[in-house]
Nanobody, 124 residues
Framework: QVQLVESGGGLVQPGGSLTLSCAAS????????ITWFRQVPGKEREGVLC???????YYGDSVEDRFTLSRDNANHTVYLRMNSLKPDDTAVYYC??????????????????WGHGTRVTVSS
């Protein structure tokens, strides 16, 4: 059974950093692309970054210089490192996975497997 579990969210001051984790089980991580999405109330879920075994894609200019993604296939975990956080980064962050063959996509409808999300609040 495919499972994704996010952790690491919390309250952080503007300019601070957080690292989110997405723990995967039930499949080989290197066979999947993993994408981080985020969502605020009243808005659509938006893609943040996508990672396959040989590619990382950023969605949105606002995160490319501040967010990084890393994969630890041996420990079945994908990490989202977020630096220089801004209040606009406040959202629930989700990781989603799909078979690598389909490649990266920022369209949430293209993902079958989702975690339950972890909340990030950037506020002073």
């Amino acid at each position: 059974q495919v499972q994704l579990v996010e952790s690491g969210g919390g309250l952080v001051q503007p300019g601070g950093s957080l690292t989110l984790s997405c723990a995967a089980s039930g499949f080989h991580l290197d066979d999947y692309v993993i994408t981080w999405f985020r969502q605020v109330p009243g808005k659509e879920r938006e893609g943040v970054l996508c990672s396959s075994s040989d590619d990382i894609r950023y969605y949105g200019d606002s995160v490319e210089d501040r967010f990084t993604l890393s994969r630890d296939n041996a420990n079945h975990t994908v990490y989202l490192r977020m630096n220089s956080l801004k209040p606009d980064d406040t959202a629930v962050y989700y990781c989603a996975g799909r078979v690598r063959w389909y490649g990266c996509s920022s369209n949430p409808a293209g993902y079958r497997h989702w975690g339950h999300g972890t909340r990030v609040t950037v506020s002073s």
